[in-house]
């Protein structure tokens, strides 16, 4: 079974820095996407990137950036200028090729000190 | 703008009581889900549907119903054999990209 782990559970920057959450998960399949979600205290659930894996290029969404090692099967997620709207649980999330489903991490709390 | 409405947002349940929450999209997907959310947790899957008429439970199904009537509709009961279902719940959709969400219900016991 596919399983996914997020080993922060918490993690502080300062304003207009930059973080890395990190995302590890297992599987046997080798066609599967991996997404980025984030959930700002308004409990709001907010795609923030994804990523399928048979793109060698890593996906960009302005600020927001992944480094996806397919071989080492990480998938972190890098904020860069940190803004104090970015401070929100952050879910990195996976899914099969052949099922809707999504697998979740626990979740990693990012705090914006201003 | 197509979404997905949850309603109500907050939803008192007495003991005993069954409530319903809704969950309706005007997205055209045919895959919904419910998870349930406790203070500071991730998300569990409760059920989804694939398609009408048929669903399958998630990981913590146990006290709670789903019907899935029409593609757009995926209403979940909270039932009484559910004795601790103080939690956030989520509604979502998808086709084969990524879920989308809808805003929540804060379920309370009375």
């Known amino acids: 079974a596919q399983t996914v782990t997020q080993s922060q559970p918490e993690m502080s920057v300062q304003e207009a820095e930059t973080v890395t959450l990190s995302c590890t998960y297992d599987?046997?399949?080798?066609?599967?996407?991996l997404f980025w979600y984030k959930q700002p205290p308004s409990r709001q659930m907010i795609l923030v990137i994804r990523q399928e894996a048979y793109k060698q290029q890593n996906a960009t969404e302005n600020r927001f950036s992944v480094n996806f090692q397919k071989a080492a099967k990480s998938f972190s997620l890098k904020i860069s200028d940190s803004q104090l709207g970015d401070a929100a649980m952050y879910f990195c999330a996976y899914r099969s090729n052949s099922n809707y489903q999504l697998i979740w991490g626990a979740g990693t709390k990012l705090i914006i000190k201003p | 703008d197509g979404g997905i409405t949850q309603s109500p947002k907050y939803l008192f349940r007495k003991e005993g009581q069954n409530v319903t929450l809704s969950c309706e999209q005007n997205l055209n997907h045919d895959a919904m889900y419910w998870y349930r959310q406790d203070p500071g947790q991730g998300l569990r899957l409760i059920y989804y549907?694939?398609?009408?008429?048929?669903?399958q439970k998630g990981d913590i199904a146990e006290g709670y119903s789903v019907s899935r009537e029409k593609k757009e509709s995926f209403p979940l009961t909270v039932t009484s054999a559910q004795k601790n279902p103080t939690a956030f719940y989520l509604c979502?959709?998808?086709?084969?990209?990524?879920?989308?969400f809808g805003d929540g219900t804060r379920l309370s016991i009375l």
């Open positions: 979502a959709s998808s086709t084969s990209g990524p879920q989308h």
């Open positions: 549907s694939q398609i009408v008429n048929d669903f």
């Open positions: 599987t046997s399949e080798s066609d599967y996407y």
